[in-house]
């Protein structure tokens, strides 16, 4: 697979995937549209697997990443699918774009990178400034909207922190096998998930509901998912990230244009605060010259 092709397919799945998460629960409740989603995305790419006679690895390292990816898959989507009941699913994608600042920081923690130089800083500063200005519209628009920015900003610190691991592990594995991995540990946590928590099956499925899941688990999850985790083997994380930096802009206009969702002044000017500082955090150096900080352009890739 073209890494270019890998690269632009996940940004086209992740611009359409917050609205496909919100359509995908209106009628039967966000528990049972992630359990349906992670259930049709694992057996997809299993047969897959099977389809390209690709055996799923199970040394110790190749069973690491499943548990890690699994544990990322679960909480992360946990937490946007909670959220999509009570923001925009545009929002979705903008506070999730704060993850290349976040995996910054984790992987000088996890991955024991550098410290963060001066462009590196403004461009965070920024970018919680953009999140500063969402909570902002958030409390204006009611707690639920707060609550549901909330859970997407966690969601975003699960995510970061599951492919800086995914990372160091660096088991050398493919898009499907990590995939396929992560998923068998993800999808039995959802569906027991599900059944503790409602165990009911919705009484209609609209047909809007029913496409968007099928959209989700086989395209999202099993190609999207595969995708991701190609790209990651063999990218930086840091520039993995960036794909955020597209993908809120073109889930805001998709869910103004197909969910008739206000985007308001506060919104756009949050977007565009992050969108700098994520700009920032990884272009800075070509912009400033601080003493210190003049190689960063090759040697400071998070």
């Given at each position: 697979?073209?890494?270019?092709?890998?690269?632009?397919?996940?940004?086209?799945?992740?611009?359409?995937?917050?609205?496909?998460?919100?359509?995908?629960s209106e009628s039967a409740g966000y528990l049972f549209g992630v359990t349906t989603r992670m259930l049709l995305g694992m057996v997809a790419v299993y047969l897959i697997l099977y389809f390209i006679r690709q055996k799923l690895p199970?040394?110790?390292r190749a069973v690491s990443t499943y548990l890690v990816s699994g544990a990322g898959i679960y909480t992360a989507m946990t937490c946007v699918y909670w959220a999509a009941q009570h923001?925009?699913?545009?929002?979705?994608?903008?506070v999730f774009g704060l993850s290349p600042i976040i995996t910054g920081i984790l992987a000088i923690l996890i991955l024991r990178e550098?410290?963060?130089p001066f462009h590196k800083w403004s461009g965070m500063m920024l970018g919680f400034a953009g999140l500063t200005v969402i909570f902002g519209n958030g409390i204006n628009s009611g707690d639920q909207f707060l609550y549901g920015i909330t859970a997407v900003l966690l969601g975003t610190f699960f995510h970061s922190l599951s492919a800086v691991v995914v990372k160091r592990i660096n088991a050398g594995l493919s898009g499907?096998?990590?995939t396929a991995g992560g998923l068998s540990f993800a999808a039995p946590l959802f569906l027991l998930t599900w059944i503790f928590s409602e165990n009911?099956?919705?009484?209609?499925?609209?047909?809007?509901?029913?496409?968007a899941t099928i959209y989700l688990g086989v395209i999202a999850s099993a190609i999207g998912f595969a995708m991701y985790y190609y790209i990651l083997s063999r990218m930086d994380v840091g520039r993995v990230s960036l794909i955020t930096l597209i993908t809120p802009v073109c889930a805001l206009g998709l869910g103004n244009m197909?969910?008739?969702?206000?985007?308001?002044?506060?919104?756009i000017t949050g977007t565009g605060f992050i969108l700098s500082g994520l700009l920032f955090f990884e272009y800075g150096h070509r912009l400033v010259s601080v003493p210190g900080d003049r190689n960063n352009g090759n040697t400071d890739q998070t």
């Open positions: 697979m073209s890494l270019r092709i890998a690269y632009l397919g996940v940004v086209l799945i992740w611009s359409t995937t917050p609205l496909a998460i919100q359509w995908s199970l040394h110790q923001i925009p699913s545009g929002w979705i994608s903008v550098e410290s963060l499907f096998a990590s009911d099956f919705p009484v209609e499925i609209s047909s809007k509901t029913l496409y197909l969910n008739g969702e206000p985007v308001s002044h506060l919104v």
